[in-house]
Structures are given as structure tokens and as C-alpha cells.
């Protein structure tokens, strides 16, 4: 038996310039994100009937790998080939779907990580995020970017560079632990309780693209000063930058917010907050503020919204047990 486990991740700024249709016309697409303590965890196991048994929010038990339903654990399998006699399991530290936190590639990162440990194979961050891009991206043709993976994979925060030729570059945050602290304290991150698809809002973001391609740039040009004010613990600063790649963001698609979310996000700026973002595509999921510690409870109660705790984590997938 091996289980692993890999981190969620949440985006400040940059988010969107991870797309193929920007980074392959552009210089390079760019995204500051940062891996948190939230982990999506997987185990596999021998199964000693030879068939194939997936646990996630629903099980499957099948004979052979084309049966599989679910595509990322079906091509996962394919890729490393392991037609029988296996059983996977997932567990998610948040609701698994439509959360903002890239936790499909998360779960997907996890997986591959537990079935080339299954194989008895050692392998490094840089292959466990490439192979994800691969199969979400190029086997499966799902539409997205590449932040989720490498986050998972890799874990800290970083400032992630896409390049046109297929590479990518994470520069992590090296600052005084203080600093990092009173950016942690800063956040605020409450689940709006409304699921959406990525999918759908990037495929709606690259329709779009041509005429937006100036608000990419701004954002993309957001991130190096965001990078500063997490490194030199500038909370303001970071909430301002954030709302700024916000207010770019939502314009960019008319999937990406609604009447709901820009009223729970006008009631929290007008509370206090120095600014924030849905996490991810949009749509839904959480929600993230940057404030003053003191101001979290009364803009929590305010809104209404489930408060979700957590801390910054350094590393990326591991795997945290392996029986006989």
C-alpha cells in the first residue's frame, strides 16, 4: 500500500496568463501562487481479485482500464501501465470540485506520484508536473493552464514563469519568516458554497482572448510587484494588487462573476478589506480577502460565507506511507 498526498494551492495574481493561447504569443504567461495546507490524498493498493476498484466522490469497479469512468485515473493507469489487479482511493481535506484550489490537477499530481511509488519508482517534481499537463492537456484536450500542477507538485510560493517552447520557471519567495507570517494572518478565505466548471470559463476566456489580450498583459505585469509586497510581508500593498487583478479578471468573461459575488466582494472592501479575488477561474468556489487580522471576524459574520483556515506549505506531493 502507498498513500501520498499534494497540496491545493491558491493564485494571487497572474491567473489566466498560464493559458496556452497567451503564453504562446507572448513572451512568457506569469502567475504568483502559493501552495497551502489543504491536501488531497491518495492511496493504492494491491487488489487481489485482479479487477480495478476507484474510490472517489462515487466507486467504480471494473474489469479493464477502458471501463474506467473517470478519465484522469483511466489515462494515469494507461501511462504507467497498470491494467489490473489495483485499487485507488481519494480523500480531499475540501469539497473536490469547483473550488478554485486546483484540485482536479492536485488529485491527479497525488495520483501519479502514488502509482509510480506503487511501481516502486522514485520520481521528481518536475516529471510528476509534466506528466499532468500531459494528460489533462495534450491526452485529454481539457482546456486550461499549467500553475495547478507545478503547485501541487513542487508546493511553496513561487512566482511561476510559461514559457512558449513548453518550459517552466518557479522562482520561490525567500523572505524573513515574519514577513510570510503577517501575509498568512492577512488572509481570508471563505467557500461562497457555489460550484462552477473551469472548463467552461476557460473555454469562454480563449473565445474572448484576441480582444482581451491587454488586460493579460496588465496582469502579468502585476506580478512582480506582487511578488515584493509577500516578500517584504506589504499587506496592503498585496490587497491592492490583488483587487487590482481582480477588477482586470472579472472583465474578461462574463462567467468569471455575477450580481452575488461582486456584492459579497463590495460588502467585504466596504468592511475593510484591502482587496481580493475568487480563487481560480471563477464562478464560484472561495473567495479570497487580504485584511488586517482584526477585521476577519466582523467581514466573516458580514458575509455570511464558511471561514476555511490555513497556513503556506513549503514542500509539494510526498508520499507519507508505504506498507507491505
Known amino acids: 500500500m502507498v498513500m501520498t498526498k499534494a497540496p491545493l494551492r491558491i493564485t494571487f495574481v497572474g491567473g489566466g496568463t498560464d493559458l ?17 495546507n489543504k491536501y488531497i490524498y491518495v492511496t493504492v493498493n494491491r487488489k487481489f ?34 491494467t489490473e489487479g489495483i485499487e485507488i482511493v481519494s480523500i480531499s481535506d475540501i469539497p473536490s470540485n469547483g473550488t478554485g484550489l486546483g484540485s482536479s490537477s492536485t488529485f491527479l499530481v497525488s495520483l501519479l506520484h502514488a502509482l509510480h511509488s506503487y511501481r516502486g519508482e522514485l520520481v521528481d517534481s518536475e516529471t510528476l508536473a509534466k506528466e499532468a499537463v500531459l494528460i489533462e492537456r495534450e491526452v485529454l484536450k481539457e482546456p486550461g493552464g499549467k500553475q495547478d500542477q507545478y503547485a501541487a507538485a513542487f508546493g511553496n510560493l513561487n512566482l511561476m514563469k510559461f514559457f512558449g517552447n513548453g518550459t517552466v520557471s518557479l522562482t520561490p519567495v525567500t523572505s524573513h519568516v515574519n514577513n510570510i507570517r503577517k501575509v498568512e494572518d492577512s488572509l481570508l478565505l471563505l467557500y ?38 509577500i516578500s517584504e510581508g506589504d499587506v496592503e500593498t498585496l490587497g491592492r494588487l490583488v483587487h487590482e487583478n481582480w477588477s482586470l479578471k472579472r472583465n474578461l468573461s462574463k462567467k468569471i462573476s455575477d450580481e452575488w459575488i461582486d456584492q459579497m466582494y463590495q460588502k467585504a472592501m466596504e468592511l475593510g ?32 460565507l464558511e471561514r476555511t483556515y490555513f497556513r503556506f506549505t513549503h514542500t509539494g506531493s510526498r508520499v507519507i506511507f508505504v506498507g507491505e
Open 49 to 82: 481479485d485482479r479487477k480495478i476498484r476507484v474510490s472517489y466522490s462515487k466507486t467504480e469497479i471494473v474489469d479493464h482500464i477502458d471501463e474506467i469512468q473517470h478519465p484522469t485515473v483511466r489515462e494515469s493507469l494507461r501511462l504507467l501501465n497498470l
Open 273 to 304: 478589506a484591502y482587496g481580493g479575488k475568487i480563487v481560480g477561474a471563477g464562478g464560484g468556489g472561495f473567495m479570497l480577502l487580504v485584511a488586517e487580522p482584526a477585521k476577519h471576524e466582523l467581514i466573516t459574520k458580514s458575509l455570511g
Open 192 to 229: 461562497t458554497g457555489k460550484g462552477r466548471s473551469s472548463s467552461g470559463i476557460h473555454e469562454d476566456q480563449v473565445v474572448n482572448s484576441k480582444a482581451k489580450m491587454d488586460a493579460y498583459d496588465a496582469m502579468k505585469e502585476l506580478t512582480g510587484p506582487t511578488f515584493k509586497a
Open 20 to 36: 496556452p493561447f497567451y503564453y504562446e504569443n507572448r513572451d512568457y504567461g506569469a502567475v504568483v501562487s502559493a501552495a497551502i
